[in-house]
T-cell receptor, first 119, second 110 residues
């Protein structure tokens, strides 16, 4: 099946620093990648949708200057949390989609997630 | 944008009983409704999905029903087992984006 990797799995950083999270589709080309944020015992909150080669579409309330998303190739998207603060501590999950299936359904495959802790 | 609501937030059932989780959505353009199971600290795993041109779909002990007119869909798990204990999320998609429900923490009591 489709495999999506995410790196790093855990990261601890100091307040004010920037952190980059990578999301890779290993065995398929991902035309679209999604970035989610999940608080403990809470649902997945869509942060942004990125299509390869174009600017990401951010959800309302998500600061695009703080959460920089780059989708430079069909297998790689990155999320950079700039000037991280303790309130940015969360579980960040990416998902990748190969595009509409033959039945016109857009499937998504999740990465394993990245636990970010900002001290 | 789409608004997905999910109920209940927590659900405890005895092993062997059935569990039902319900979701409603607001965007009539949504045409794909997956359900995910997430174990603690792990990625969500797709367990079943349904498209808007289908009213019901079943896969062994799991079934999903969709009422397009009322804009609600439900997950049914029969003969529950302890390994079914997890958080379950519904989602609605128009094909471009996915919006998740708030999750249901299911506990199956042996």
């Amino acid at each position: 099946g489709a495999v999506v990797s995410q790196h790093p799995s855990r990261v601890i950083c100091k307040s004010g620093t920037s952190v980059k999270i990578e999301c890779r589709s290993l065995d398929f080309q991902a035309t679209t990648m999604f970035w989610y944020r999940q608080f403990p015992k809470k649902s997945l909150m869509l942060m942004a949708t990125s299509n390869e080669g174009s600017k990401a579409t951010y959800e309302q309330g998500v600061e695009k200057d703080k959460f920089l998303i780059n989708h430079a190739s069909l297998t790689l998207s990155t999320l950079t949390v700039t000037s991280a603060h303790p309130e940015d501590s969360s579980f960040y999950i990416c998902s990748a989609s190969p595009g509409p299936s033959p039945n016109w359904v857009v499937l998504q495959y999740f990465g394993p997630g990245t636990r970010l802790t900002v001290l | 944008g789409e608004n997905v609501e999910q109920h209940p937030s927590t659900l405890s059932v005895q092993e062997g009983d059935s569990a039902v989780i319900k979701c409603t959505y607001s965007d009539s353009a949504s045409n794909y409704f997956p359900w995910y199971k997430q174990e603690l600290g792990k990625r969500p795993q797709l367990i079943i999905d349904i498209r808007s041109n289908v009213g019901e779909k079943k896969d062994q002990r799991i079934a999903v029903t969709l009422n397009k007119t009322a804009k609600h869909f439900s997950l049914h798990i029969t003969e529950t087992q302890p390994e079914d204990s997890a958080v379950y999320f519904c989602a609605a998609s128009t094909g471009n984006q996915f919006y998740f429900g708030t999750g249901t923490s299911l506990t199956v009591i042996p």
